[in-house]
């Protein structure tokens, strides 16, 4: 962590702090934010914001989209106390968690330090609710932390050896939650509940067992149950399923505007259901104050041609992936032809130098995007544009030559190169198909690779079917997102760089070794890839901020050189469908998952209708 990081968390209590609001219901000590710094206009109190969602589940957007977290990242993506009133980092070792004094859950009972022993001792390390253990973010050196309550707001976490991963897990679109509502849940856990009472609930409710309830009742990222306290801006009020879910502001949330008001300003938000396929339409009369999900970037032209009718503009925002689409070589498919074949570097450049991104980016993305690797954004620190040109330069001779050197120098009558084994170096690429965008750009691919003599058929599938197919090593090529840390930082974990997962594209049992620990999948074979296994581990072993960023060089220099994933247009575009009405919606942001939270690092609790 950086000196300045350092001093954000030790001083964040003085600097981001008010005594007193103009409301009762916020902690002693709420996170006042900055609205001059943050360019945000202090807002009226009350109105309804209506989404479009397509099924009952998207409720955890809401989750992402509030993003109220233990720390969060501020407009810089440098980590900053939110929840938490401020913490003590000590090398990355032990951190020492400070709660607000009078902060409370959104039914008014206390969240205190009981709320995270409940879950550590209670939920995390009770096999019955959490059958793998706690989170894995919680390892360090395969070890658990010690967990010291020093008093109802104050709780240490510390490990013999560092632990990068746990600030920026807290901090995520989909956080690690290490504390639970425990007054509420209790009623729901056999160490506390009645008996009795817990026997009919289950019964009642046609559950398998106590844990069954508890994991029910208990959701937070899916905030499904309008009983469970929350922390966040708005609380969920509509029992599930429903075509209108009802969300009320938080009488006891934590943050204030620059006067002093409580957050949020908005009375509430309303998430209603329609069919995927015409909320663009819907938001296009006018049906939605504030529209992304379901919205594709072609459906930019229709939105823009009802804004005045509908009383809204339509923003666009830059992704936050390191690529819009790749395509992923399996470098441990089943098939050994292609196995080797891909194996080759030679080959993996070929086919990126192969691929005219000019063409896609004017076609695809109306000249919008950035042609460009697999690798982060120019917004990121670790940006260097050695990285983004990496073998991305349209080059049909030097992709031929590459070929030719690895062994598909011949050709049958069709033209197209064959494997050293006598096939017909053709690739067939599978996809998830969700975006119409990914067969357009396909299309555009299989012309250009004629050029170098290789033939490329398109395989649709579902995504759970394809990510089968891809831990079982039966894909030869697959297509995907980029890095869904575009935007990353040194303190972001680089594990999309190396093999840590049965389900990357590129190396699935590689990666499934290093998941396992040893006991599925395999080692990694070619020096490079056990290079970035090394690397990924040491940069779990660092304890600053410049070894990270040392170690985060590294792996983006091979990871982008060897050509691990063919990125092809970074940037393309989201629109933002927004009511005229809604004040402080940023005129530009950027688009992602993480560290974004979407709408999230864009703050919608200050977000407000103007009557």
Aim: aromatic letters at 10%; a negative charge; glycine letters at 8%.
């Amino acid at each position: 962590m950086t000196s300045n990081m350092k001093t954000i968390f030790s001083s964040a209590a003085a600097l981001l702090m008010l005594a007193t609001t103009a409301f009762a219901g916020a902690p002693d000590e709420p996170r006042q934010l900055d609205f001059d710094n943050l360019e945000k206009e202090i807002g009226k109190r009350g109105g309804s914001l209506k989404m479009l969602m397509a099924k009952p589940k998207d409720v955890r957007w809401m989750t992402v989209y509030s993003g109220a977290r233990l720390v969060a990242y501020d407009e810089t993506f440098q980590l900053m106390p939110d929840l938490l009133k401020s913490v003590d980092n000590d090398s990355n070792k032990s951190f020492t968690l400070h709660l607000r004094k009078g902060h409370k859950w959104s039914d008014g009972q206390p969240f205190t330090t009981e709320d995270f022993r409940y879950w550590w001792e209670d939920v995390a390390q009770n096999e019955a609710l959490s059958k793998g253990g706690p989170p894995r973010e919680l390892l360090a050196a395969g070890k658990l932390p010690k967990v010291e309550i020093i008093d109802s707001h104050t709780i240490r976490y510390s490990w013999d050896t560092v632990n990068p991963l746990f600030l920026t897990a807290l901090a995520g679109a989909r956080p690690m939650y290490i504390y639970m509502p425990s007054h509420f849940l209790k009623q729901y856990h056999e160490k506390y509940a009645d008996a009795g009472k817990l026997a009919a609930l289950v019964e009642s409710e046609k559950v398998q067992n106590w844990a069954s309830l508890h994991k029910r009742f208990g959701r937070q990222y899916r905030p499904e149950n309008p009983a469970m306290p929350t922390l966040q801006a708005w609380m969920n009020t509509t029992k599930l399923p429903s075509e209108r879910i009802v969300f009320k502001r938080n009488p006891n949330y934590h943050r204030v505007d620059s006067e002093g008001t409580q957050l949020p300003y908005l009375d509430e938000v309303i998430l209603n259901m329609a069919s995927s396929s015409i909320i663009a339409a819907k938001a296009g009369t006018g049906e939605s104050d504030l529209q992304a999900r379901y919205v594709r970037f072609d459906n930019y032209a229709f939105l823009k041609k009802g804004a005045e009718d509908g009383g809204y503009k339509v923003l666009l925002w830059p992704s936050g992936r390191g690529s819009e689409m790749t395509l992923l070589p399996n470098l441990n498919t089943k098939d050994e032809g292609f196995r080797n074949a891909f194996q080759d570097v030679r080959v993996r450049r070929a086919l990126s130098m192969g691929m005219d991104r000019g063409e896609i980016n004017e076609a695809i993305f109306f000249g919008l995007g950035r042609e460009a690797s697999n690798s982060v954004l120019p917004s990121s620190p670790l940006f260097k544009d050695e990285y983004a040109d990496a073998w991305i330069e349209y080059d049909v001779d030097q992709a031929n030559e590459l070929l030719d050197e690895a062994g598909f120098d011949k050709r049958n009558d069709d033209g197209v190169r064959l494997m050293p084994d006598g096939r017909p170096f053709e690739i067939i690429v599978e996809t998830a198909g969700e975006q119409s965008q990914e067969t357009d750009i396909l299309q555009l691919i299989t012309d250009h690779w004629k050029d170098i003599g290789v033939k490329l058929f398109v395989k649709p599938s579902q995504r759970d079917i394809l990510r089968g197919r891809v831990s079982n090593g039966e894909t030869v090529m697959s297509t995907w997102q980029g890095l869904n840390r575009g935007l990353a930082t040194p303190e972001m974990n680089p594990e999309e760089l190396a093999p840590v997962s049965p389900v990357q594209g590129q190396w699935p049992s590689w990666g499934n070794y290093l998941a396992s620990k040893g006991a599925a999948g395999e080692k990694p074979t070619l020096p490079e890839v056990a290079r970035l296994s090394e690397l990924y581990q040491q940069w779990r072993g660092a304890a600053d901020y410049d070894e990270q960023s040392r170690i985060w060089h590294e792996m983006l220099s091979i990871f982008t050189d060897q050509v691990y994933s063919i990125g092809i247009v970074s940037g393309g575009l989201q629109p933002i469908v927004v009511s005229n009405k809604l004040r402080n919606v940023p005129e530009e942001g950027i688009w992602s998952f993480e560290p974004t939270l979407y709408f999230g690092q864009y703050l919608p609790d200050t977000f407000w209708l103007e009557e």
